[in-house]
């Protein structure tokens, strides 16, 4: 989720599943990366893509605000260090709330640490999406208007598109509702990504699914803490929570 401007560590991600989530998991790679990277007419790599889905016996609203939350992420999320909201959409048309259109998040492995700016776009009770490098979304301008309003030319774009590690990246949760129940949600993480150097991709192709494991099992922990035993923050909607909070 985001613009890297340094070289060091590899990707970030994560899927494994509580003994109350249902996994569903599918991981898709480009064949041999190998070939690319041994390759030195190719000036880039191709994206690589993982997906995640789990079936939680929560509520839509709060796991969406949760998602939401990303100011809180180094709270909870391995590897983060710090991240900070540098900007802020205007409030939607249906929850009158801001939400996170710009993020700076910090992450470090030992000695190692990298920036990253991500542009984010909110679709309010169904879609987090955070994209970097010479990323544009594809969500359609109505549905994420509220991020738009002010920008230049209705920018849909990341901020320092072309520099850095990445050539490509984007994250996206989808949050839906299972059958119409209330107490039960599918959420799904779609992560692409592509390093600038093809040799990246094929020395990331094996631990890239590893640590996308530990991130996503992250969330899913910070999911069931928060909502377990809090009957005020399940049945709260999104007009009435803040964050990871109910609105005060």
């Known amino acids: 989720m985001a613009t890297p401007r340094a070289l060091r560590p590899i990707l970030r991600g994560s899927s494994q599943h509580l003994s109350k989530p249902q996994l569903h998991h599918r991981r898709t790679f480009f064949p041999n990366p190998f070939q690319s990277a041994l390759n030195p007419l190719n000036a880039s790599?191709?994206?690589?893509?993982?997906?995640?889905?789990?079936?939680?016996p929560y509520p839509a609203a709060p796991i969406y605000s949760?998602?939401?939350?990303v100011q809180s992420y180094a709270s909870f999320l391995p590897y983060c260090q710090s991240s900070t909201v540098t900007r802020w959409s205007a409030?939607?048309?249906?929850?009158?709330?801001?939400?996170?259109?710009?993020?700076?998040i910090v992450v470090g492995w030992g000695s190692l640490t990298e920036s990253f700016t991500s542009r984010v776009f909110c679709v309010p009770g169904r879609i987090v999406e955070s994209i970097g490098?010479?990323?544009e979304t594809d969500l359609p301008a109505r549905d994420i208007a509220?991020?738009?309003?002010?920008?230049?030319?209705?920018?849909?774009?990341?901020?320092?598109a072309g520099e850095g590690l990445m050539t490509h990246l984007r994250s996206r949760w989808t949050i839906e509702a299972v059958g119409g129940q209330r107490e039960k949600t599918e959420v799904r993480l779609a992560l692409e990504f592509a390093f600038a150097n093809p040799m990246y991709t094929a020395l990331s192709a094996g631990a890239a699914p590893k640590v996308a494991d530990i991130m996503i099992r992250a969330f899913e922990e910070r999911v069931e803490r928060l909502l377990e035993g809090n009957p005020e923050m399940t049945r709260a909607g999104l007009g009435e929570l803040e964050g990871s909070q109910i609105k005060r």
């Not at 949760?66 to 939350?69: E, K, L, P």
């Open 91 to 104: 409030p939607d048309p249906t929850y009158t709330r801001a939400w996170p259109s710009e993020a700076k």
């Open 66 to 69: 949760i998602i939401a939350d």
């Open 133 to 135: 490098g010479p990323t």
């Open 146 to 160: 509220h991020h738009l309003d002010g920008a230049r030319d209705g920018d849909k774009s990341a901020r320092g």
């Open 45 to 56: 790599s191709q994206p690589q893509t993982l997906t995640a889905t789990r079936t939680l």
